[in-house]
């Protein structure tokens, strides 16, 4: 019966360390697509901050990027209500995305689902520079 009992321990310990070691080596790849490509399609922002301060009650923005260098902007109110769309051109060097009416947007960090933009506005109370950061999720 002991052996039995270290036959079952052992399979099971070295089935728990296959498969750590496994999982640990998927974790480890790093992701080579570049920016260009993970950037293409429909991105929606889920948060926003002005300055460093996560603002709520505000709506959300889209962003559908295409390969041939145009971007359809669109804005919503936060119950979902259509305000404006926008179409632009874009092009990403560096990090950097440059909209022709936008201006330049930073690409903080882009990964096949997420991405963080950050850029400046000026405030159209106090004529203030504000620095925004939008979360968006692929959509």
């Not at 296959?18 to 790093?30: A, F, I, Q």
């Not at 041939?68 to 919503?76: H, K, P, Q, R, S």
Request: one cysteine or more.
């Amino acid at each position: 019966m002991k052996n039995n009992n270290i036959y079952w321990l052992l399979l099971s310990a070295l089935l728990s360390f296959v498969l750590y070691s496994c999982g640990s080596k998927n974790d480890e790849t790093p992701n080579n697509t570049p920016p260009e490509e993970l950037i293409i399609g429909k991105w929606q922002s889920v948060v926003h901050r002005e300055d460093g301060n996560v603002v709520s009650g505000e709506g959300y923005r889209e962003f559908e990027f295409d390969e041939d260098g145009t971007v359809l902007i669109a804005e919503f109110e936060e119950d979902g209500s259509p305000i404006e769309d926008n179409e632009d051109n874009w092009t990403l060097d560096d990090m950097r995305i440059e909209f022709a009416d936008e201006g330049i947007y930073d690409l903080i960090n882009i990964t096949a689902d997420s991405m963080t933009l950050e850029y400046d506005r000026t405030d159209n109370f106090s004529g203030a520079i504000i620095r925004h950061s939008d979360d968006f999720l692929k959509q």
